[in-house]
């Protein structure tokens, strides 16, 4: 049936295409995670108060709850598969969080943006080429370092007062290990789970199976 | 729960008279400036300026101010004490200072949501910042999500219930708290797909360059505001200085 | 409408010769052999069976067919060149209004299209003005999007299609969502404005009848091509020849006595208080306008939600074996609600809770305390009753809309409660859907459940209402 008088046609099912051109749907699912996560943001920070306050008095601990924050570059990036992706949807989502009510104000957008980068980094580094479990768990390092560099230096001045192995490297550690299960592990598994219920059906995430 | 606020009309407010530009300026601005001040004195002079401009973006109202800033004010205490209570030197005014810079740095943030609308954001940003147009737009699209997310929220927690699960344990509460989140990002997602090809049909990706039908136009009180700002940061500073209670971060 | 700009304000010629679409993920063509001439400034009606490729073509003509997720065949042309470069000339309106609106005011989403084709800032808002006044949008450009009824948000959507001045103009099952109120206006809305036949108009619905009155020629899209159904057709009425068991005479299972709701916060009453009565081998349809409350009436009687005012309480027969008698279903735990009152949303896909067919029919049984083998079998021959059985380890979210919907009705019957509570239960569903599902809820009544139908569905009233209640 295929092979019948065909004049225009279009058989373009290819592996992977670039990932510099932006469809209209890559932008808007992109914006849609960074928007969905932005409210899980808004969630959790009321949630951080309360879970962090018995952690409190070891700032490291509660670091454990930082990769919450990860989440959105890293599952817009594996999902997306396109540069640029983890960037936008982590910043989106903080933009959100903020416009929603944010106990961090404008600062925490900048947070989205380091985020995002550092989620990206783990993205360039294995060139957009991959996107299974090794690309997941370097995104979640990548991403979790960004923030602890932040963290430390704007919300924990303190611990430059303390030997570097007494709360920086604690701090960094407990991050990067939330980063890595909660954003690369529980991420790769999100997108599995949305690519089983054929809501990816436009990307390449959604038709691989792995 | 305060969904309804980030996507309203533009309130009718002084502060809306400013130009999301100006305030997004005025508002990093105010955030270096915080950001690399360990003292009490800069970060005290910033949040009185900020009080000041509260009425302007109507929060007069004790209970919506509470409403907008009670997690921001939780975050001040608690990084104030811990502050405090860690450090080897432990001075009270430390900790004030450390909160005050908490809440010097948030409250830009709940102004400018109390008097800005998204679309007059994305506005300003494509016209004068020069963000491209499809991302602006399309997270604007995204935007108009939220509140139907909100309201499939409770439709979908109930659809558990005629299946027999609900959330009595907090165990059995986290997990269905997880079904419904899952079953919502399906649906925004699925929406999300169906959104693109509904701007692409109106146009969205065509190549042509895109006009802007609302404007945004800048004004010398634009300018003035900036201005104002940076004044303020100035004072703060110099008047810590003179103090000699300046201690900036990042610097030597 | 303006005439300020030339492009798009002439009517395009749509040819099909040989034209099919195939899916990535499938195997078998979703069209085929589609042959087909539209002249400009028709207006044509696409009707057929769901799962057809109706939407298919319509995607292929607007030129929205992702080519990375599906193969073409034939040819397809709009005026003459491939439909991606006919894009600008195009509008385009589906089933779900909230997915073709971008702004949250009225006036800045029509303005959305105008901006893309890049208008001048100053021509762009007298062409919205016109275009809600063509559709007969009753507020001004600053009404929230949010604000608006499906039907109201449908005519914004069009006065948006319309504001570009499309030479084509696709219509996707417009009024699969709406009240019977609302289509009406929809369509009042769609004759008034493509009446100067500047644009050439394809309607897709399996609903023919309302369109007939709108349309110059009615095709059908069957397996392997198209139909053209001769002038004067009328489609076959869908409940010509339908058997139903009678229902049974039994007793009153579940009462609603002054039972009225308000929502927290509301000054309004959602429900005023009603007295209604769940008799077991009985129908009752509830029917009423827009905002009356029906919905939340079924919220009430399924268990879900307590009444603000009166009471909703269940027969000792229904309460039987509920932990200390509790007669109130709202007060029941899940597990006992499951098994004594089945519910069926309106968004099907809105209960649905696990990764398989299987393992969806076999969850409320397992629920309620059946045995997990027990809790399989009544799975195996649920599936085979409803012809899922091909499905069976698919994700119910990738089923079609009707199977969904048979899916829904399947997980509800699944404990075989003895009351069943259904909110629109034959929304947007083709002819052979509509049929199995009024046939599955006679067989219910029949076997003595007690049925709650909140329905605008004249047809489902005709054949299957024991009982009336008008809210």
Known sequence: MADSAVRSSSTAIEPQPAPVRWRTVDIVITAVLGVAFGVVFWAWNLAFGVLAAPLAFFPPLAAILNGVYLMPGIVAGLLVRKAGAAIFASTLAAAVSLLLGSPYGGIIVVYGLVQGLGGELGFLLTRYRHFGWGTAVLAGVTAGL?????????????????????????????????SVLLAGVVGLLLVRALARTGALSSFAAGRTRV | MTTSLALGPAPDVRLARINPVAQLAAMTLVTLVVLTSLDVVTPAVVVAAELCLLPAAGLTRAGDLWRRTWPLLFGATSVGVVNVVLSPDAALVTGLGLGLRVIGLALPGV?????????????????????PTRVAYGALAALRLVPLLTAEFESIRLARRTRGVEGRTPVAAVRLLAGVGFALLVGALRRGSRLA???????????????????????????????????????????????????????? | M????????????????????????????????????????????????????KSTLLAALAGILDPQNAELTGELTVDGGPPQT??????????????????????????????????????????????????GFPYGRDRPTQALSGGEKQRLV?????????????????????????????????????????????????????????????VEVVPGGLVEHPPGWRPVDRTA???????????????????????????????????????????????????????????????LRAPSTGRVHASDALADGVRRHVREPHRWRAGELV????????????????????????????????????????ADELLERLGLVPFAEANPYTLSGGQQRRLSVATALATSPRVLVLDEPTFGQDAATWREVVTLLAEQRSRGCGLAVVTHDVDLLDVLADDRLAL
């Open chain 2, 111 to 131: 102004l400018l949501v109390a008097s800005t609308d998204p679309v007059r954001l994305a506005d300003a940003l494509t016209i004068h910042c020069r963000v």
């Open chain 2, 197 to 252: 090809t509904a701007m692409d049909a109106r146009g969205f990706d065509s190549g042509i360059a895109r006009t802007n039908a609302r404007g945004s136009a800048l004004h010398a009180r634009d300018a003035v505001f900036v201005v104002g700002t940076a004044l303020v940061c100035a004072a703060g500073i110099t008047l810590s200085v003179v103090l000699g209670t300046w201690a900036p971060i990042f610097v030597g």
């Open chain 3, 158 to 218: 069009l006065a948006g299609a319309l504001a570009r001045g499309p030479g084509l103009l696709l219509l996707d099952e417009p009024t699969a969502q709406l009240d019977p109120a609302g289509a009406a206006l929809v369509r009042a809305a769609v004759a008034r404005s493509t009446a100067d036949r500047r644009a050439t108009v394809l309607v897709v619905d399996h609903d023919a009848a309302p369109w007939l009155p709108l349309v110059d020629r009615v």
């Open chain 3, 241 to 303: 020849g339908l058997r139903l068991p009678p229902g049974a005479d039994g007793p009153v299972l579940l009462a609603a006595e002054g039972a009225g709701y308000t929502y927290r916060g509301s000054p309004r009453a959602a429900l005023a208080p009603v007295t209604a009565r769940v008799t077991g081998g009985r129908a009752l349809a509830v029917t009423g306008p827009n905002g009356a409350g029906k919905s939340t009436l079924a919220l009430l009687l399924a268990g």
């Open chain 3, 86 to 135: 006919g894009r600008n000339r195009l509008g385009m309106l589906a089933q779900d209004p909230d997915s073709h609106l971008v702004m949250s005011r009225a006036g800045d989403d029509v303005a959305f299209g105008l901006e893309n084709a890049g208008f001048p800032t100053a021509a762009i808002w007298p062409r919205v003005d016109e275009a809600l006044a063509a559709v």
């Open chain 3, 2 to 53: 303006g005439r300020a700009r030339g492009s798009g304000e002439v009517p395009v010629r749509v040819v099909a010769r040989g034209f099919g679409v195939r899916h990535a993920s499938r195997r078998a063509w979703a069209l085929s052999g589609v042959d087909l001439v539209v002249e400009p400034g028709e207006r044509i009606l696409l009707t057929g069976a769901s799962g057809a490729g």
């Open chain 1, 146 to 178: 960004s923030t602890s560099l932040l963290d430390l230096n704007l919300y924990y001045p303190v611990s430059q007062d303390y030997p570097f192995w007494a709360f920086t490297l604690p701090y960094t550690v407990f991050t990067v290990i939330s």
């Open chain 3, 339 to 378: 098994s004594r009152i089945g519910t069926v949303f309106q968004q099907p896909e809105q209960q649905f809770l696990t990764g398989r067919l299987r393992d969806e029919l076999a969850l409320g049984p397992l629920r309620s305390g059946e045995h997990a083998a027990a809790a399989r079998a009544t």
